[in-house]
């Protein structure tokens, strides 16, 4: 074997390793990776929290199991991420046809000392018919994002008179079983966001077949 075909089985042996290195990070570390599973919602089933929707009945994770869910944190008095959702949500909604009335639609307040049964009902009611609001308790509301691995935050305002709520601003996918099924990000564009909220239906569909 001469000399030039020494160095061009070496330069290929070189070059599948350096593939072989890189989709392994990818996979591993990069942008391919999955989110670590300690960071991943716990299944419904395995959340444990209780509250009050917007009509004072009481809810919890196991309500939402048998049907897709979409839920989503945030606060009444907030002044353009959780409205923008909520829209935004309306609108994925009435893409979905008469699907939406077979999935579970939940906005849950982070700000429970503002957001009473009163305030959400009122609040809810700007926005598409099947979304719910549920608040609790400060302690309830700590187990429901401990469950759901979201976070919350209060701010005081500049004046120091006041507050805000720092929020994830994610709206969390879970299929009938009560299995995550991904997220939705903050302004992600329609035709993302239906295929994603389908996908949880064809989880369904597929269970009864």
């Not at 929290?49 to 944190?73: E, I, K, R, W, Y």
């Not at 006041?162 to 969390?172: E, I, Q, R, W």
């Not at 939705?184 to 239906?201: G, L, M, N, S």
């Amino acid at each position: 074997m001469n000399r030039r075909t020494l160095i061009t089985y070496g330069a290929i042996g070189s070059g599948m390793l350096a593939m072989a290195l890189f989709i392994g990070w990818w996979q591993v570390d990069g942008p391919g990776a999955p989110a670590p599973v300690a960071q991943r919602p716990l299944p419904l089933a395995r959340m444990e929290f209780q509250m009050v929707d917007q009509d004072g009945s009481s809810v919890g994770p196991a309500t939402l199991l048998g049907q897709p869910t979409m839920a989503f944190f945030g606060f009444t008095f907030c002044p353009d991420v959780c409205p923008t959702t909520l829209s935004d949500i309306s609108g994925w909604l009435d893409d979905l046809g008469d699907d939406a009335a077979e999935m579970n639609v939940v906005f849950i307040t982070v700000d429970p000392e503002r957001d009473t049964v009163a305030v959400m009902s009122d609040y809810i009611s700007y926005f598409h018919p099947s979304i719910q609001g549920w608040s609790g308790t400060p302690d309830e509301t700590r187990r429901a994002t401990d469950g759901f691995r979201a976070r919350y935050e209060k701010v005081p305002t500049d004046d120091g008179d006041d507050y805000t709520m720092n929020h994830t601003a994610s709206v969390f996918l879970f299929d009938a079983e009560g299995q995550f099924a991904g997220t939705i990000d903050y302004h992600e564009p329609r035709e993302f966001a239906v295929p994603k909220i389908r996908q949880a239906f064809e989880q369904k569909r597929e269970d009864m077949s």
